[in-house]
């Protein structure tokens, strides 16, 4: 950019140096390859390749694994091995973006690498069989079936050609390269700019109403109008960090403040007669907020049509219920499974207004569907499932072992590292993987697809341990969640443990990671 400063006819040293410090950080345009990211963009994906490399990855598996997965392309044979001398910038930052995250049009999404050598890259490019395609706009172009890279003396640009004409696909990365900064998303997204600037392994931005396309229920875009999804992944010493946030830009949204500003109840959480379970969940919500959510939309009408056989109204409902909900599953063998195949799990539900819970119960007695144990209601169509009445909860058992529990009141209640999870969030979970899709625990319906996939069965059997989640609204505009996986080796960088996994999979796959040649 040309910068223009006037001067005295005879202007000072400290003059001279002052204006062309100001005048540089004024009228500079803004350098680094995030500003070529256009404001339109749907997602983007970031990788710090500096921080990867210092945790002993792979750079075979996971270049190999980027680029053919992302690009559609296959590296030729050894490549690999050439990439230090690639001319790509190998301490710097990777991004991908493009309109939508399902890569069903690949033709829209490109690849930014940082360059340190851009003569040598192109030697590089030519030594994988690349063919040169001229130069235009400021870019020099190398071209392959596949794929069409171009390059600056900073940056390379990388776009699959599939389906899109190559000199229009040209076009547009050289649109790219000669992107204004004001039109850059950092420029134009405070939330994105605030994400990008924290530290990271990975980063993960999607602009919701231009990723509906990808969601089988294509939902409302007017509901997503103004919303984002961004997080970053770090690698830690055994276990992956998920730090994310729902930006919520649009008005209608941020009328809810407290919809999950809380934590459920302690009390219920410490009442868990599970020392280890399964599986373990509490959630908080505000039935006051749920009522003017409700009210705001107009749909009371419609959940008064969904709790009709309770013979109550929907505003009732949620002037009983204090919004907390616990539950916790129990890994049990498989001689233990009830007739009904029905899972052992425990449920408590926080009540406000014991009256009308009383009321409800009394309902469902005069209709049969429960039977009055004394201690306990039984479900007449499931003899095992047991409700029971406590202080400010109502308790739903699946066993008889589970019912003697909590009517006895004995014997161990939930650790204290699975409590303190549900204590940290609006909703919270945990979950112990491997005991999950293990045989028996649940019925098929929830596990076949796990138990199948190639993928769940070695995280399961090798690498996973556990899954912890936490969510929960932090102002009028934000929810946090953050998700942490667990590994089971704790000796080393969890990053270096899933490239162990990939190479395994593809190897069970017969995918060859460094064999074929650009296609």
């Known amino acids: 950019m040309r910068i223009t400063c006037l001067f005295p006819r005879r202007p000072t040293p400290y003059l001279v140096l002052l204006a062309a410090f100001l005048g540089l950080g004024a009228c500079r345009q803004k350098q680094g390859d ?8 749907g997602f983007v994906l970031a990788v710090n390749l500096q921080k990867v490399a210092l945790k002993a990855v792979d750079w075979r598996e996971l270049l190999t694994v980027t680029l053919a997965g992302s690009l559609g392309g296959r590296p030729s044979a050894g490549w690999t091995d050439r990439l230090p001398n690639s001319g790509i910038n190998l301490l710097g930052t990777v991004y991908a973006f493009g309109n939508r995250p399902d890569n069903r049009d690949r033709s829209q999404l490109t690849l930014l690498l940082p360059l340190r050598d851009a003569a040598r890259f192109g030697v590089f490019l030519r030594e994988e069989g690349g063919q040169p395609a001229g130069e235009e706009g400021g870019l020099q172009f190398f071209s392959y079936d596949s794929l069409v890279v171009g390059w600056s003396p900073t940056t390379a640009f990388v ?27 950092p420029e134009n997204n405070e939330h994105f700019d605030g994400l990008r600037q924290k530290p990271f392994d990975g980063l993960l931005w999607a602009d919701l109403p231009k990723v509906r396309e990808s969601v089988p229920t294509k939902p409302d875009v007017s509901l997503l109008q103004g919303n984002y999804l961004g997080g970053t992944v770090v690698f830690e010493q055994g276990e992956i960090v998920f730090d994310g946030s729902l930006f919520s830009d649009n008005k209608s949204l941020n009328a809810y403040p407290e919809f999950m500003a809380a934590t459920a109840d302690t009390r219920l959480i410490g009442r868990i007669p599970v020392p280890s379970p399964v599986g373990a969940l509490a959630l908080k919500l505000k039935p006051d907020a749920v009522k003017r959510i409700l009210r705001d939309s107009d749909q009371f009408a419609v959940a008064n049509q969904g709790v009709q056989m309770l013979g109550m109204t929907a505003e009732e409902v949620l002037n009983m219920l204090s919004g907390d909900v616990v539950m916790a599953v129990v890994e049990r063998p498989a001689a233990a499974m009830s007739p009904q195949n029905v899972p052992a799990v425990y449920v408590s539900l926080g009540i406000r207004n014991p009256e009308s819970l009383r009321r409800l119960l009394n309902n469902f007695k005069n209709q049969e569907f429960l039977v009055d144990k004394g201690a306990y209601l039984g479900f007449s169509m499931m003899p095992d499932v047991s409700f029971i009445r406590q202080a400010n909860q109502l308790v739903i058992t699946t066993t008889p072992a589970l019912r003697r529990r909590v009517l006895s009141g004995k014997g161990p209640r939930l650790n204290a590292a699975t409590a303190a999870t549900l204590r940290n969030g609006a909703l919270s979970a945990h979950l112990n993987y491997p005991a999950f899709v293990g045989k028996d625990t649940l019925p098929d319906a929830p596990t076949n697809f796990l138990r199948s996939n190639p993928l769940t069965s070695r995280l399961t059997s090798r690498y996973v341990e ?40 593809r190897t069970a796959a017969a995918i060859p990671a460094d064999s074929a040649a650009v296609q």
């Open 34 to 41: 995030v500003y070529h990211i256009p404001r339109e963009s």
């Open 159 to 185: 776009a699959n050609r599939k389906g899109s004409d190559a000199d229009a696909l040209k076009a547009r990365l050289v649109k790219l390269h000669r992107l204004s900064s004001d039109e850059s998303l």
């Open 466 to 505: 556990t899954l912890k989640l936490n969510a929960r609204q932090s102002s009028a505009t934000t929810a946090d969640v953050k998700l942490t996986v667990v590994m089971k080796n704790k000796r080393q960088n969890s990053l270096l443990s899933l490239t162990q996994l990939s190479k395994q999979l």
